[in-house]
């Protein structure tokens, strides 16, 4: 299992950045995908989740990022996307996708990718 984040970057705060994690070595459109985020000095937070295609309303989001970001999946290219608009300060943090094992267990992840870094700065 392999999964590569990408996009990562520095941005003003509004500005607007594209995570993606490219996923190999499992059946990608079998699993709930996360992503989770880290600040330094901080534990990991939940940013958003989304089903195995086929869910109805199969997106779920932090209260933190909701309206601002949006999840989604691409099965044919084994890709989870984060997109990520008006972005403050303390969306600083690492990003990272996770594998989810277990429905609804959103931090409870198998498998993380090595992660990007995002940092919002004037």
């Known amino acids: 299992v392999q999964l590569v984040e990408s996009g990562g970057g520095m941005v003003q705060p509004g500005g607007s950045l594209t995570l993606s994690c490219t996923a190999s070595?499992?059946?990608?459109?079998?699993?709930?995908m996360s992503w989770v985020r880290q600040a330094p000095g901080k534990g990991p937070e939940w940013v958003s989740g989304?089903?195995?295609?086929?869910?109805?309303?199969?997106?779920v989001y932090a209260d933190s990022v909701k309206g601002r970001f949006t999840i989604s999946r691409d099965d044919a290219k084994n890709t989870l996307y984060l997109r990520m608009n008006s972005l403050k300060p303390e969306d600083t943090a690492r990003y990272y996708c996770?594998?989810?094992?277990?429905?609804?267990?959103?931090?409870?992840?198998?498998?993380r990718g090595q992660g990007t870094q995002v940092t919002v700065s004037s």
């Open positions: 996770a594998r989810i094992p277990r429905r609804d267990k959103w931090l409870t992840y198998d498998y």
């Open positions: 070595g499992f059946i990608f459109s079998s699993y709930d």
């Open positions: 989304i089903y195995t295609s086929g869910v109805k309303g199969n997106t």
